[in-house]
């Protein structure tokens, strides 16, 4: 189903389970045979919703109501295929997911460069139970429509339903000192598990894509960097990933893994001063591969655009760092 808003630049879809084809023409897997476990009783309706940014001044989609988690897939033509895989996590503050620019621009990009790509449209936070309260829950946090008291009543209710829905108590979240978990509950648990079922999943099926199973990384941004590095540092041998990149996304974790993988960063100047910075200086202690970039004079949510900017330099550099460790052939 289809409602044109009376804005005129924002569509609401109603998604069928196998996924979206306004997001993309590619194959959509889902992750799951059944409900995915932890959210058997999710109601909410997924949408995807497109919008004018006011910050960079295109239109753009984000999908919300996330319950149905998947994998869209792009596979690079067979005269470029590496063998290599790369999982994409889109962020959105685990209660939304920016899509286009941060999940197929990026994957297409890595296709055309001989590396399967897949983006992972894992569970999200709660955004509304009507088209009108996501549509208003969209343009609140996205869209750059003010905050109205209708709107701020509507996001203290989602805030609720997200608690509950992720089986997330309320006194768990009032003497939690995790803002994340104070906000989101436990999303980015379910979230990160759908990252681990992504890469098993694609580990499992290797051979339809003539992958290598020793070669399968993750990429995420912002929440899906958050989500990228759980996965690093919490899995089983078949959700192991190769490799890593993090995307303006290292909140909340210090050390190496146990069973470390090549790290990759890219942030702002700003952000990568803090978490980003410190996580670097773990991997670089424990003498492991990594590198870091941070750009000058850009912001959060740069993602992949072709526009001309120089913060899009930051996939090449991740193709060269696939390509010194080893990763690419």
């Known amino acids: 189903m289809i409602t044109k808003l009376a804005s005129g630049v924002l ?10 084809p306004v997001l993309a023409q590619e194959p959509v897997i889902r992750l799951y045979e059944g409900p995915a476990p932890g959210s058997e009783n999710w109601t909410q309706k997924e949408a995807t919703i497109e919008y004018l940014s006011p910050f960079w ?6 999908v919300l109501n996330v319950v149905d988690p998947t994998l869209t897939v792009f596979l690079p033509s067979p005269e470029k295929a590496s063998g290599s895989a790369i999982i994409v996590c889109p962020g959105g503050g685990f209660s939304a997911l920016s899509w286009d620019t941060e ?16 983006v992972l449209k894992y569970r999200t936070g709660y955004s509304g139970a009507t088209p009108e309260e996501v549509h208003l829950t969209a343009m609140s946090t996205y869209g750059g429509q003010p905050r109205t008291p209708e709107a701020d009543e509507l996001m203290k209710r989602n805030h609720e339903k997200t608690l509950d829905i ?4 309320p006194e768990e979240a009032t003497g939690s000192d995790n803002p994340l978990a104070r906000s989101t509950g436990n999303m980015m648990k379910l979230a990160s598990d759908d990252g ?5 999943y694609v580990r499992e099926n290797a051979s339809r894509w003539d992958i290598n199973p020793d070669k399968i990384g993750i990429v995420g941004f912002s929440a899906g960097g958050m989500l990228a590095l759980d996965v690093a540092f919490n899995h089983t041998g078949q959700s192991k990933p190769n490799l890593i990149g993090i995307i303006y996304g290292a909140m909340g974790f210090k050390g190496v893994p146990d069973d470390p993988m090549p790290m990759f960063m890219a942030s702002t100047q700003h952000e990568a001063l803090g ?5 670097y200086a773990d991997w670089c202690g424990a003498k492991l ?10 912001r959060h949510g740069f993602g992949y655009r072709k526009n001309g900017d120089t ?4 996939i090449e550099l991740f193709y060269n760092f696939m390509k010194k460790t080893g990763f690419i052939d």
């Open 289 to 298: 591969p990594a590198e870091i970039h941070s750009f000058t004079d850009s």
């Open 275 to 279: 978490g980003a910075a410190a996580l």
């Open 11 to 20: 569509v609401f879809i109603a998604t069928a389970l196998l996924g979206n």
């Open 166 to 169: 992720s089986g997330y108590s």
């Open 103 to 118: 999940g197929p621009n990026v994957a297409r990009w890595l296709a055309e460069h001989g590396i399967a790509a897949f």
């Open 196 to 200: 681990r079922r992504s890469i098993e």
């Open 311 to 314: 913060v899009n330099t930051w």
């Open 57 to 62: 001044h295109e239109k753009n989609l984000v």
